[in-house]
């Protein structure tokens, strides 16, 4: 792999130039792009890109987000992260990981209790970093949840701790940073190159899909967002997209017409629903079946929740028009150990 340094980065506006020019967690943006094999879609149209083989357990958008965060939290000399998640919150585990690289302690506020079996991501959050269970009714109010899990942290840690809470999901300017260092490595001719490009990612919070969007705006590229809400409604991803779209603006600073555009709601991002809606974290009849016939046939390995549902509106897209698609695979797969767990008879 090259390692690109701030000074090779080619940028569309000079403000791009010194957003990237930062230190970042990833040594490089690169990641592995391939096509589909067989002849369902046409090859040279469905992309695939393999950002779930970042790292060999925790792969995908949580390295993405925390990829200018964690230089920033050494920089400010933080001790302790304080964050929060469900039981298989790839989120958590990954904070976890990367804040024992570090020194920093993770503070992990995992809401529910304590399964029989530990395992998958929260597994890997138990391995990493320090679990507290919360319970359902003390998670509904995060605000109250972080203060008082500051205080302790701080309490335990002593008086010469510097202790930080991140939101769950990494819902802050921060963290759309490697998203737009991602999309600039994807611009580059070697990747995807700057011709038309429908983008399609799988959303939690959202913050992956308003990340990529914003770096397609500041690129001035022609390309689309499509993103897969999963976890709420249009109007919460809209309001994530209002909040976070105008947090960075203040952050990062204006001066670009197309990041202006942006706190306007104008992304190049279309929120769409699942091609099978459901409540969150739901498992239908036939989605596991669909994964591992996807495994058995491309190699490429989904999970339910999540990257099954962008797979379904890539390749539906890919099948129905005949522009260019990608695929932003994020990860996840450790999220079928705990499916698994509770639903044996499917696997
Ligand atoms: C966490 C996660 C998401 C959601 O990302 P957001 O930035 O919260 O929208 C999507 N897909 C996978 C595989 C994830 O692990």
Not at 57 to 65: A, D, V
Not at 237 to 263: C, M, R
Not at 286 to 309: H, K
Not at 311 to 321: D, F, N, Q, Y
Request: proline share 6%; hydrophobic share 40%.
């Amino acid at each position: 792999m090259r390692r690109r340094t701030a000074a090779s980065i080619r940028c569309a506006s000079p403000d791009l130039t010194n957003l990237l020019a930062r230190e970042w967690m990833l040594d490089v943006p690169d990641t592995k792009i391939r096509t589909v094999p067989g002849s369902k879609f046409p090859e040279s149209r469905l992309h695939i890109i393999q950002d779930d083989l970042l790292h060999p357990i925790l792969g995908g958008n949580k390295l993405r987000k925390l990829d200018a965060l964690m230089p920033a939290l050494a920089t400010a000399g933080i001790t302790d992260l304080v964050t929060c998640g469900g039981l298989q919150s790839a989120h958590t585990a990954a904070v976890a990981a990367v804040c024992a690289e570090r020194g920093i302690t993770a503070h992990l506020l995992v809401r529910g209790e304590r399964p029989a079996v530990p395992t998958g991501y929260h597994l890997l959050a138990r391995m990493f970093g320090q679990v507290t269970y919360v319970s359902r009714s003390e998670y509904a109010n995060r605000q109250a949840m972080f203060d008082k899990h500051i205080a302790r942290a701080t309490d335990v840690a002593g008086p010469d701790s510097k202790v930080r809470a991140l939101h769950e999901g990494a819902a802050e300017p921060l963290a759309l940073l490697g998203l737009i260092r991602l999309v600039h490595y994807l611009s580059e001719p070697a990747a995807l190159g700057r011709g038309p490009c429908d983008l399609v990612t799988d959303c939690g919070t959202g913050v992956t899909a308003i990340g990529l969007a914003l770096g397609v705006a500041l690129l001035g590229l022609p390309w689309r967002i499509h993103g897969v809400m999963l976890a709420g409604t249009k109007e919460y991803y809209q309001q994530q997209q209002k909040d976070l779209t105008a947090a960075s603006l203040s952050s990062f600073g204006a001066g670009n017409p197309s990041t202006e555009d942006a706190s306007g709601g104008a992304l190049p991002l279309n929120w769409r629903p699942r091609v099978n809606p459901r409540k969150f974290g739901a498992v239908l009849p036939g989605d596991v079946t669909t994964c591992r016939q996807v495994a058995q046939e491309t190699g490429i390995l989904l999970d339910p929740i999540y990257s099954l549902a962008a797979w379904e509106v890539a390749t539906g897209m890919a099948g129905a028009t005949q522009s260019r698609v990608a695929m932003l695979h994020n990860g996840g797969m450790m999220g079928l150990f705990g499916l698994a767990q509770r639903f044996p008879d499917q696997f």
